[in-house]
């Protein structure tokens, strides 16, 4: 049988890993997504909208380092542009290929459907590479391969998404087979010289300092190469403070004796913000500081920073190009000098552990008692997906026993991003225990995705946390808007089983009711168990209504006069 280029995107997919690709069929793909599924190496897994098939896809590039969304034209395309964002600001490698307009229209000026209604087609590709690391459009067969393998490799080292749009006439035409994948996958490594001599001048501008902290950010993961190992040594190396920003939580192990908490200034955890302040040197591996994760700017270190990024180091006085994360975290932690003062400083003042109050069985549940009941059921199996909403300081306060992962995005921050995102990292790792924590706004956006979950046997398990709106946003400005419509979230899972699922909903409203339905989700392993916990819409977090503070303050801020 004829080798078509949709038998050579498959091939690809493969080989770099791509297990399972996630679909929403449309008459521009079709044929593409035969080729696909034809491949023993591929399943197609398909979702209930395009949102959430970017979503799902961004999900599955955590746990499997690289994912693909397969949409049609236009009207897939547009909505699977949000899930493309949020791989972009979550540094994930997510191929978005869409179906295309056949190759014959635009030269005879066609009218088509799943277009703007007029015969220039190319918006789609100019608009996919902004939020693209490369961006291709395959006009003819031949060139398929040159511009398959440059967006793939442009992902993968990039580590961003990419975009490769098929004609629905080309997919099955005719193409050569591929050549060896490391064409494609091979790695960049570090310039020789430059990593001598970012490690040397590093360990000698730490040697010159007297209290060093390692402030870690979500981009360690990201960089792969075995950049999480190499900091561990680093740190040992070290014997300094390590502290972790909230994108972070999980990078570096809570229970190594260096960890310090979670940094976010005044919503801080484990007094995490004192050392960071005392430091006269903060070595920052992959940070990313934005609005949200300094607190309004409130928390943005106010000493100068020394930053090691996935491909370059920066630091008072030197910057190094082509120094690849992993190697020189390796590299500097045979340089550098032991200096454990920040440690001995964090000894004497962190927090001593508080004692936890553990609600009567009968007590209407609040927040403090669902995070004592999650923080139980959290073991090293357990991957925690956090919804942005209160979910985000609810999660950032547990601790994380070794093994347990933890999954936040705090970037993009789109709401109803873990439902999606936490079923397609499960079909990656079947092997664990995924619980996802999720506010009742953020569940409203794409709860569609649990009938997925449902139809793949997925035993996640949702604590959906209904304090009747959207809470975070009340605590930065509250409006009439943040009201939303009550669901009976238990029922809806049940509607989502059809006449074959296995998705159980429970709610609870004391303490005791949140422990049974804890118990039967443990128990349910053929599939869903959503837990609808209410409680009192202000019961929030007083990280929340902090941070909020200062988020709406710095959104506040008046706009500059010319001149000024
Ligand atoms: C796609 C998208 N649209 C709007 C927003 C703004 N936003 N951020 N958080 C929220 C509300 C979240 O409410 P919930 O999930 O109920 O969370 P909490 O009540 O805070 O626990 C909104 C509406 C957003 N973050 N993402
Ligand atoms: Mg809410």
């Given at each position: 049988t004829k080798y078509t280029v949709g038998d050579y995107l498959a091939e690809r997919l493969a080989q770099i890993g791509i297990r399972h690709h996630f679909v929403v069929p449309g008459d521009y793909n079709l044929v593409l997504l035969d080729k696909l599924q034809a491949n023993p190496n591929l399943t197609e897994v398909g979702c209930a909208n395009e949102l959430n098939c970017s979503l799902a896809a961004e999900g599955y590039a955590r746990a499997n380092g690289v994912s693909a969304c397969v949409v049609t034209f236009s009207v897939g395309a547009l909505s699977a542009f949000n899930g493309t964002g949020s791989a972009y600001a979550e540094n994930l490698p997510l191929i978005l290929i869409s179906g295309s307009p056949n190759t014959n229209d635009a030269s005879q000026f066609h009218l088509l459907h799943?277009?703007?209604?007029?015969?220039?087609?190319?918006y789609q590709l100019e608009m996919a590479k902004k939020i693209t690391c490369c961006a291709v459009a395959i006009a003819?067969?031949?060139?398929a391969p040159r511009l398959i393998d440059r967006a793939i490799r442009h992902a993968l080292l990039a580590r961003k998404p990419c975009y490769i749009e098929i004609p629905t006439n080309l997919s099955g035409a005719e193409c050569v087979r591929p050549g060896p994948i490391s064409a494609v996958t091979d790695p960049v490594t570090s310039d020789k010289a430059a990593l001598e001599a970012a490690a040397n001048c590093a360990a000698e501008y730490l040697s010159g300092k007297l209290k060093p902290v390692i402030l870690v950010g979500p981009k360690l993961r990201r960089a792969g190469e075995g950049a999480e190992e190499a900091l561990i040594k680093l740190a040992e190396a070290m014997g300094c403070a390590v502290a972790v920003q909230p994108a972070a939580?999980?990078?570096?192990?809570?229970?190594?004796?260096?960890f310090v908490g979670i940094f976010?200034?005044?919503?801080?955890?484990?007094?995490?913000d004192s050392i960071v302040h005392w430091a006269d040197a903060l070595l920052c591996v992959g940070t990313v500081f934005t609005d949200y994760s300094t607190v309004g700017w409130t928390a943005m270190p106010d000493i100068p920073l020394m930053a090691a990024e996935m491909d370059h180091v920066t630091f008072p006085g030197a910057h190094f190009s082509r120094v690849r994360l992993g190697e020189f975290l390796s590299h500097l932690a045979t340089e550098v000098k032991f200096n454990n003062s920040t440690m001995i400083e964090y000894n004497r003042l962190k927090p001593d552990p508080v004692l936890v109050h553990t609600a009567a069985p009968g007590d209407e549940l609040t927040r403090k008692e669902i995070s004592r009941q999650i923080q139980a059921h959290i073991d090293s199996k357990t991957t925690l997906f956090v919804e942005t909403g209160d979910s985000w300081f609810n999660g950032v306060q547990f601790k994380l026993p070794p093994g347990a992962l933890f999954e936040i995005e705090?970037?993009?921050?789109?709401?109803?991003?873990s439902i999606p995102a936490a079923f397609g990292y499960a079909l990656r790792h079947p092997d664990r225990k995924i619980v996802v924590m999720v506010g009742d706004g953020s569940f409203?956006?794409?709860?569609?995705e649990v009938s997925q979950m449902v139809r793949f046997n997925l035993p996640i398990t949702i604590i959906l946390i209904n304090n009747r709106g959207y809470t975070i946003e009340v605590e930065i400005h509250d409006g009439s808007y943040n009201k939303i419509k009550n669901w009976n979230y238990a029922l809806l899972v049940h509607a989502f089983n059809g006449e074959d699922g296995n998705a159980k909903g429970l709610s609870a409203r004391t303490a005791g009711e949140l422990q049974d339905a804890i118990k039967v989700a443990e128990e349910n392993t053929k599939g869903p168990t959503l837990i609808e916990c209410s409680i009192d819409?202000?019961?929030?977090?007083r990280e929340l209504i902090t941070w909020g503070h200062f988020v709406a303050a710095a959104n506040a801020r008046p706009p500059r006069l010319p001149g000024v």
């Amino acid at each position: 049988t004829k080798y078509t280029v949709g038998d050579y995107l498959a091939e690809r997919l493969a080989q770099i890993g791509i297990r399972h690709h996630f679909v929403v069929p449309g008459d521009y793909n079709l044929v593409l997504l035969d080729k696909l599924q034809a491949n023993p190496n591929l399943t197609e897994v398909g979702c209930a909208n395009e949102l959430n098939c970017s979503l799902a896809a961004e999900g599955y590039a955590r746990a499997n380092g690289v994912s693909a969304c397969v949409v049609t034209f236009s009207v897939g395309a547009l909505s699977a542009f949000n899930g493309t964002g949020s791989a972009y600001a979550e540094n994930l490698p997510l191929i978005l290929i869409s179906g295309s307009p056949n190759t014959n229209d635009a030269s005879q000026f066609h009218l088509l459907h799943h277009t703007l209604g007029t015969t220039d087609y190319s918006y789609q590709l100019e608009m996919a590479k902004k939020i693209t690391c490369c961006a291709v459009a395959i006009a003819r067969a031949h060139e398929a391969p040159r511009l398959i393998d440059r967006a793939i490799r442009h992902a993968l080292l990039a580590r961003k998404p990419c975009y490769i749009e098929i004609p629905t006439n080309l997919s099955g035409a005719e193409c050569v087979r591929p050549g060896p994948i490391s064409a494609v996958t091979d790695p960049v490594t570090s310039d020789k010289a430059a990593l001598e001599a970012a490690a040397n001048c590093a360990a000698e501008y730490l040697s010159g300092k007297l209290k060093p902290v390692i402030l870690v950010g979500p981009k360690l993961r990201r960089a792969g190469e075995g950049a999480e190992e190499a900091l561990i040594k680093l740190a040992e190396a070290m014997g300094c403070a390590v502290a972790v920003q909230p994108a972070a939580k999980g990078m570096f192990p809570e229970d190594h004796k260096q960890f310090v908490g979670i940094f976010w200034g005044t919503v801080s955890t484990d007094a995490a913000d004192s050392i960071v302040h005392w430091a006269d040197a903060l070595l920052c591996v992959g940070t990313v500081f934005t609005d949200y994760s300094t607190v309004g700017w409130t928390a943005m270190p106010d000493i100068p920073l020394m930053a090691a990024e996935m491909d370059h180091v920066t630091f008072p006085g030197a910057h190094f190009s082509r120094v690849r994360l992993g190697e020189f975290l390796s590299h500097l932690a045979t340089e550098v000098k032991f200096n454990n003062s920040t440690m001995i400083e964090y000894n004497r003042l962190k927090p001593d552990p508080v004692l936890v109050h553990t609600a009567a069985p009968g007590d209407e549940l609040t927040r403090k008692e669902i995070s004592r009941q999650i923080q139980a059921h959290i073991d090293s199996k357990t991957t925690l997906f956090v919804e942005t909403g209160d979910s985000w300081f609810n999660g950032v306060q547990f601790k994380l026993p070794p093994g347990a992962l933890f999954e936040i995005e705090m970037a993009w921050g789109h709401i109803g991003w873990s439902i999606p995102a936490a079923f397609g990292y499960a079909l990656r790792h079947p092997d664990r225990k995924i619980v996802v924590m999720v506010g009742d706004g953020s569940f409203q956006v794409t709860a569609q995705e649990v009938s997925q979950m449902v139809r793949f046997n997925l035993p996640i398990t949702i604590i959906l946390i209904n304090n009747r709106g959207y809470t975070i946003e009340v605590e930065i400005h509250d409006g009439s808007y943040n009201k939303i419509k009550n669901w009976n979230y238990a029922l809806l899972v049940h509607a989502f089983n059809g006449e074959d699922g296995n998705a159980k909903g429970l709610s609870a409203r004391t303490a005791g009711e949140l422990q049974d339905a804890i118990k039967v989700a443990e128990e349910n392993t053929k599939g869903p168990t959503l837990i609808e916990c209410s409680i009192d819409q202000d019961d929030c977090s007083r990280e929340l209504i902090t941070w909020g503070h200062f988020v709406a303050a710095a959104n506040a801020r008046p706009p500059r006069l010319p001149g000024v």
